[in-house]
């Protein structure tokens, strides 16, 4: 943790038990001042195919970038979102999978790394906030070890089944400029890009 920074932003991050980083609910109150809404990034823009870089350190920059990106993610709403989507290319990844009648579960990967994925596949519908209303089956592994920092930049690992691996390969996907049309046939991906690149110049002659 950079020096400097205040005890608020110091508690704000925590690790659970199994290591997945989480903003303290309390403490991060002290954020909320300073959260910021910010415009997610939406096909064919060509930003979202950029690669993103490292987080080198964890400072005071990289702890509002995480406090914008969920307060974007749940607003949007979205189970998942990467920096890119919000024009930020760093490789930083925000997560909340709670059910609507659970409490919140905000999980932070930076610099995540998938360090072995299972032969067995399993079909997932996906959606992503980048590519608004528009949902198709994607085949992944079932499961995968991820290799990753917390918050506090301790480095942590997660075996992740279920939505947690389908998520985390979505999101993997967006830090490395692969979108989830990227999965689907030559056909499905070009109708799709075609139909946002018509709503984009539709929305600019506006
Ligand atoms: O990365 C993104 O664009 C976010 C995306 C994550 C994701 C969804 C489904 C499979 C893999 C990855 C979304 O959050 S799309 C919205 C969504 O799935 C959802 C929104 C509200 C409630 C439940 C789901
Ligand atoms: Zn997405």
């Not at 709403?77 to 905000?106: C, F, H, S, W, Y």
Request: charged share 30%.
């Amino acid at each position: 943790m950079a020096s400097g920074t205040s005890a608020a932003a110091r508690c704000a991050a925590r690790a659970d038990h199994r290591g997945v980083s989480r903003i303290d609910p309390v403490s991060a109150t002290a954020y909320i001042a300073a959260m910021a809404l910010r415009d997610i990034l939406i096909l064919p823009d060509k930003r979202l195919r950029q690669v993103s870089d490292p987080v080198k350190k964890i400072d005071a920059g990289v702890r509002k970038l995480v406090v914008d990106m969920f307060e974007t993610m749940y607003d949007a709403p979205g189970i998942g979102l990467a920096a890119i989507q919000i024009g930020t290319p760093k490789r930083v990844i925000t997560m909340d999978l709670a059910k609507k009648e659970e409490p919140r579960n905000p999980q932070v990967f930076i610099n995540p790394e998938i360090v072995w994925g299972s032969q067995e596949k399993a079909i997932y519908e996906e959606g992503c906030l980048s590519i608004p209303e528009y949902f198709d089956d994607v085949e992944r592994p079932v499961q995968v070890r991820v290799k990753y920092l917390d918050l506090e930049g301790k480095p942590q690992e997660v075996e992740a089944n279920g939505l947690l691996a389908t998520c985390l390969q979505h999101e993997i996907d967006h830090v490395n400029g692969i979108l989830f049309i990227d999965h689907l046939s030559k056909l499905k991906r070009e109708r799709v890009l075609k139909k946002f690149t018509k709503a984009a110049k539709r929305a600019a002659a506006v």
